[in-house]
C-alpha cells in the first residue's frame, strides 16, 4: 500500500500563493506519472497537473498554465504544487496522486488538502 504526507493547504485572498507538498511511501521512480489533482462538491476530480519521475515532463490543466508550476525531489520522493495568482474558483480539495498503470489497482490517492481563495 502507497502511502502519502500532503501539506501546504490552506487559506489565502485572491492573488496570492499557495505551496502544496506531497511525499510518497515508495521511490518516486516506481511510478509512471505523479500529480494533483481537485476536487469541488457534486464535481468530478479533475487533473490540475502532472509529472513524470524519470524525464520530469510535465502537464497542466489550461485554467492553471502560467500560474502553477509541479516540480518533483527524487531524493525526498516528494512533489510539489506552487501555485500563484491564486483565484476563488481555485478553491477545492486538492489530492496527490501516484499511477503505476492502467490498469485497476494500480492508481493510489492521498488524503486531500483543502485550498481555499477568498475574493
Known amino acids: 500500500q502507497v502511502h502519502f504526507v500532503e501539506s501546504g493547504g490552506g487559506s489565502v485572498q485572491s492573488g496570492g500563493s499557495l505551496r502544496l507538498s506531497c511525499t510518497v511511501s515508495?521511490?518516486?521512480?516506481?511510478?509512471?506519472?505523479l500529480g494533483w489533482y481537485r476536487q469541488t462538491p457534486g464535481k468530478e476530480r479533475d487533473m490540475v497537473a502532472t509529472i513524470t519521475p524519470g524525464g520530469g515532463s510535465t502537464d497542466y490543466a489550461d485554467s492553471v498554465k502560467g500560474r502553477f508550476t509541479i516540480t518533483r525531489d527524487i531524493s525526498e520522493n516528494a512533489i510539489f504544487l506552487q501555485m500563484n495568482s491564486l483565484r476563488p474558483e481555485d478553491t477545492a480539495i486538492y489530492y496527490c496522486?501516484?499511477?503505476?498503470?492502467?490498469?485497476?489497482?494500480?492508481?493510489?490517492w492521498g488524503r486531500g488538502t483543502q485550498v481555499t481563495v477568498s475574493s
Open positions: 515508495e521511490h518516486i521512480f516506481g511510478f509512471r506519472v
Open positions: 496522486n501516484a499511477n503505476k498503470g492502467p490498469l485497476e489497482g494500480q492508481d493510489y
